[in-house]
Nanobody, 127 residues
Framework: QEQPVESGGGLVQAGGSLKLSCTAS????????MGWFRQAPGKEREFVAQ????????YYGDSGKGRFTVSRDKAKNMVYLQMLSLSPEDTAVYYC????????????????????WGQGAQVTVSS
């Protein structure tokens, strides 16, 4: 099964910004709510953001509220995560994933309810 591919990660100074992209060739993700998660070394995978399948609902974990924005472009079969005001605490591998069932609208922060995970994109924020 093909995996989605995250891109846009990298090294940024504290206070900087990055925009992550998630693309899924070979499979449409347009009918699925999509989540962004992150995992730092030695920590559990953490919910970051979620966008409903329609694109009209967006939900955020505590770490991203007010700083991160999730969006999607159905014409391109892509999902994005714009991250502002980054701090060293945001350093982690960021993953996109699709909900297991299509047409999701509700808040769903549990990673067990997602499959079709990408390999992740490393985000490193220096102080």
């Amino acid at each position: 099964q093909e995996q989605p591919v995250e891109s846009g990660g990298g090294l940024v100074q504290a206070g900087g910004s990055l925009k992550l992209s998630c693309t899924a060739s070979g499979r449409t993700i347009n009918n699925y709510a999509m989540g962004w998660f992150r995992q730092a070394p030695g920590k559990e995978r953490e919910f970051v953001a979620q966008i409903s399948w329609t694109g009209q609902g967006a939900y955020y974990g505590d770490s991203g509220k007010g700083r991160f924005t999730v969006s999607r472009d159905k014409a391109k079969n892509m999902v994005y995560l714009q991250m502002l005001s980054l701090s060293p605490e945001d350093t982690a591998v960021y993953y996109c994933a699709a909900e297991k069932n299509p047409y999701g609208l509700a808040y769903n922060p549990n990673p067990e309810n997602y499959d079709y995970w990408g390999q992740g994109a490393q985000v490193t924020v220096s102080s």
